[in-house]
């Protein structure tokens, strides 16, 4: 569970001796017992009892004494600056959800990016924290609960996962659910800013899944997307190899038929796959004809004999499970197959749209809890004499951030609203060089927003702990979404040939002679 909110009213009752809270960062800490062995002095604490000590309190310590005393300290967080709630300082939310007129989003959007926030703050906040640290993976009781709220099969979006989804997400009927919703879940986890622990909760899946809700058999369906989304089972996307990274077509993992046609025999590895070390299902790309993309096919291996997986360590926390897979004489039913041999690459294109889409949500999230950060941190900190906001040029490097999220969100916005207006299959072609650049674009803001938000926080932006660790962490990770899903300069150039190749197809002859 998620800490207590105290009141003010409730922070003004322990203002004595015997009763003394101080608020440090919208924490409150009950320093009654602490304060006689306090460092540096007892009488001190009692005289700002009741109070926000968070300025004085920076001017003197470090931020490592508040990791080592918080956890004996705490008593809750003060109400109206609780992590929970939508900021009020402008532009940290997207502006259409701080009062200003929207097309795209309403009040029901409203109450849905409340209620998952709510929610997360209360379920999965202390988890993520905790787990971004140690590295351990999240709980099976967690995924059950997701399962439960709908929060995993709202992460894959509309269409073919609402079957196995709960009657409603976070109040909202499964019938109202659309890409707007599934934005705001991709938003509020990466809101989080425990990026290992995130992709520990559910990105396999999210990109594992689709393949087989998109072309797998009935009864495959059926039984892995009920276990995946219930929270019962986990799923991951194995592609990747030592050999191929986003170069999809030089995949080498090999699947053999048997001779009576009953199973495959794979053998081969995979790399950086995120979840693959919890997975119980591996949605993989195999060769099963000749070189090249042609002969590359998808199947579902399930964890057994044969299948190992290391953990790989990255600059995030290996709660995300990312692993390098061993195939060896793995049997595989050839029912497995997903959408028919040497299909593989095509289907793998099909679904990068969607996943590419979900990481601009995720990133563009990131980058606005970056203004976020340095809007509050500006305001606190002082430096010769003054707040930093009062800096001219901390206020043009925080314009700045501002400009660029602001502009990539609506980007994501519009194509959002696109692929809630056509069907998926429609999707996948059409919108696949517009996301490509789009991606593209949120990973570059991301960039130097994580570069602009280091400055401003100083030493404190590159401490793991302390106030400047979420920026730390931002620095550390943002390159995960501009490298999964297809990296940069592999979607730049992409990005143009698909959006040629689809003007070429949409528009024939004559789009061809102006091209
Ligand atoms: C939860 C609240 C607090 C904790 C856990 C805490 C802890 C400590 C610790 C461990 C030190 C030793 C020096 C260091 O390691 O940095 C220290 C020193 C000190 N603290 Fe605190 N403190 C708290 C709040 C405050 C507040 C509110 C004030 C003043 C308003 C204050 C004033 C001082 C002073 C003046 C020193 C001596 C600094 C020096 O030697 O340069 N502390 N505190």
């Not at 099969?153 to 996962?161: K, V, Y």
């Not at 962490?473 to 592999?490: C, H, N, P, Q, W």
Request: include cysteine; charge should be negative; hydrophobic fraction near 40%.
């Amino acid at each position: 569970m998620g800490v207590k909110t105290v009141s003010t009213k409730e922070l003004a009752q322990h203002s004595t001796k015997e009763n003394a809270w101080l608020v440090i960062d919208g924490n409150v800490y009950d320093v009654s017992k602490f304060a006689m062995l306090h460092p540096g002095g007892e009488e001190i604490l009692y005289e700002y009892a009741g109070q926000d000590v968070t300025e004085t309190f920076y001017g003197l310590h470090r931020h490592e004494v508040l990791a080592k005393y918080a956890p004996k300290l705490l008593v809750g967080r003060l109400e109206g600056t609780g992590e929970d709630e939508l900021s009020i300082l402008p532009f940290a939310e997207n502006t259409g959800f701080q009062g200003f007129d929207s097309p795209y989003w309403t009040e029901s959007h409203v109450d849905f990016r409340r209620n998952v926030r709510q929610w997360l703050h209360d379920n999965v906040r202390d988890a993520a924290e905790e787990g971004e640290l140690s590295g351990k993976a999240p709980t099976q009781e967690l995924f059950q609960l997701m399962g439960d709220v709908g929060l995993l099969a709202g992460r894959m979006g509309p269409g073919a996962a609402m079957k196995y989804a709960p009657k409603e997400l976070f109040g909202l009927p499964k019938e109202k659910f659309d890409y707007f919703y599934e934005m705001i879940l991709h938003e509020e986890v990466g809101r989080l800013a425990c990026p290992g622990f995130v992709d520990g909760i559910g990105s396999g899946m999210a990109i594992g899944l689709p393949p087989v809700l998109q072309f797998g058999p009935d009864w495959m369906k059926d039984k892995v997307a009920k276990e995946v989304l219930s929270g019962e089972k986990r799923i991951c996307l194995a592609i990747t190899e030592a050999f191929a990274g986003s170069d999809v077509a030089h995949v080498k993992t090999r699947a053999e038929l048997s001779a009576d046609g009953t199973h495959y025999i794979v053998n081969g590895t995979k790399k950086w796959i995120t979840n693959g070390h919890d997975s119980h299902y591996f949605t993989t790309l195999v060769r099963t004809g000749g070189e090249g993309h042609g002969g590359l096919s998808f199947m579902l291996i399930e964890r057994g004999e044969g299948v190992e997986t290391k953990k790989i360590k990255t600059s995030y926390s290996p709660s995300a499970g990312t692993a390098y897979i061993t195939f060896e004489n793995v049997k595989v039913p050839a029912e497995n197959l997903i959408g028919g041999e040497n299909m593989g690459f095509l289907l793998s294109m099909y679904n990068f749209v969607h996943e590419r889409w979900m990481i601009c949500a995720y990133i563009n999230a990131g980058s606005r809890g970056m203004i976020d950060e340095c809007l509050r941190w500006t305001q606190q900190r002082k430096a010769f004499g003054k707040p930093l906001l009062s800096q001219p040029v901390v206020r043009k490097q925080i314009g700045e951030m501002i400009s660029r999220v602001e502009a990539v969100s609506a980007w994501t916005e519009n194509i959002t609203y696109r692929m809630c207006n056509m069907p998926y299959h429609e999707m996948s072609s059409k919108l696949a060089g517009q996301v490509c650049l789009l991606k593209y674009e949120c990973t570059r803001v991301a960039h130097d927003v994580a570069d602009m938000a280091v400055q401003i926080f100083g030493g404190r932006g590159i401490t793991q702990s302390g106030m400047g660790k979420y920026v730390e962490r931002f620095m550390r990770t943002y390159k995960f979404a501009s490298i999964l899903g297809g990296s940069e300069d592999v979607l730049i150039d992409a990005g143009l040939r698909l959006s040629m190749a689809t003007a070429a197809k949409e528009f024939g002859n004559l789009a061809r002679a102006r091209l």
